[in-house]
């Protein structure tokens, strides 16, 4: 009887320490998260264009980590990043992340930027894409402290040929392929959001965000295909005017998808971030906290 009680002991021990940190990005100008929240949030506070405008974010009734989103474009044109960054966060936040989707023009300008970033915050982290775990000898590894992988976005929603623009699992095995080993330590970041992707005469002409299948009624939209459906009349969808004839590719994410994302990761993580809070009402969190 106590041996059992021992090994039952050593399991549920074990099992608790393969379970990981769950927390969310908040991508919204507007901060309506109540106090209350247990869950660490990612804030975006800071939207840089490529021209060096920016649109600034704040909560006041939350702990946060601040997170910087930078137009790629913003270090083709010297765009002055470090002093935007500096006047509008404070040194005293305990980790600051930037999202940017560099490239091989842009990286030299880009880590030099990190670098500096180093010297006035305690901790800084960086968004990483699929690409750029694939191809690291070209993009290079951002000098940072540690970093997301994105694994999601990781297709053309402009290609009308596109499955899931959100996340496509066969579209991500192709990059994880082969995989030998990132220099930073890396967590991971998931979709629990869904959009619809406008197809008109052919081609992509809107995105509408917060789409979902259960939405689409027989009346109104007829399925073609997997997730696609023909619009059968002229209406305002969400918002949107979309017109008899047009095609609706719905992309959304299920939990089952979510736990297969999971399966195909080759490197231990720590904590999954998802992507967004402000689409949380539709997921039961108990099993995001699970996956």
């Known amino acids: 009887m106590r041996l059992f009680v021992i090994l039952s002991s050593l399991i549920f021990l074990l099992g608790c320490d393969n379970r990981r940190d769950i927390a969310f990005y908040h991508w919204k100008s507007s901060c309506n998260i109540d106090s209350s929240f247990k869950y660490p949030i990612y804030l975006k506070v800071l939207d840089i264009s490529s021209n060096g405008t920016y649109i600034k974010s704040r909560c006041k009734n939350i702990k946060y980590t601040p997170v910087v989103y930078i137009d790629n474009g913003a270090f083709k044109n010297g765009i002055n990043i470090s002093e935007i960054v500096l006047k509008n966060i404070s040194k005293n936040k305990k980790e600051v992340q930037f999202d940017c989707d560099w490239t091989q023009s842009t990286k030299e300008s880009y880590f030099k930027f990190l670098k500096e970033m180093r010297k006035h915050y305690n901790r800084i982290t960086a968004t990483i894409r699929l690409h750029q775990i694939k191809y690291q000898k070209n993009t290079g590894v951002p000098p940072v402290n540690g970093g997301v992988l994105m694994l999601y976005n990781m297709s053309d929603f402009l290609d009308i040929r596109t499955k899931n623009y959100i996340l496509d699992l066969a579209e991500a095995k192709k990059y994880l392929k ?20 406008l197809i008109r005469y052919g081609r992509v002409v809107k995105l509408i965000d917060g789409v979902k299948i259960k939405d689409l009624d027989s009346k109104n939209f007829k399925h073609i295909k997997t997730n696609r459906y023909e619009v059968l009349k002229t209406q305002y969808f969400k918002g949107t005017l979309i017109y008899k004839g047009d095609i609706l590719r719905v992309d959304e994410v299920s939990l089952d998808m979510l736990k297969r994302a999971v399966s195909i990761i080759p490197f231990n993580f720590d904590r999954i971030i998802y992507f967004r809070y402000s689409n949380l009402g539709s997921w039961d969190i108990k099993q995001l906290e699970n996956i």
Request: a neutral charge; hydrophobic letters at 40%.
């Open 178 to 197: 082969d995989f030998k080993g990132y220099p930073l330590k890396l967590d991971l970041a998931l979709p629990i959001y869904s959009m619809g992707t």
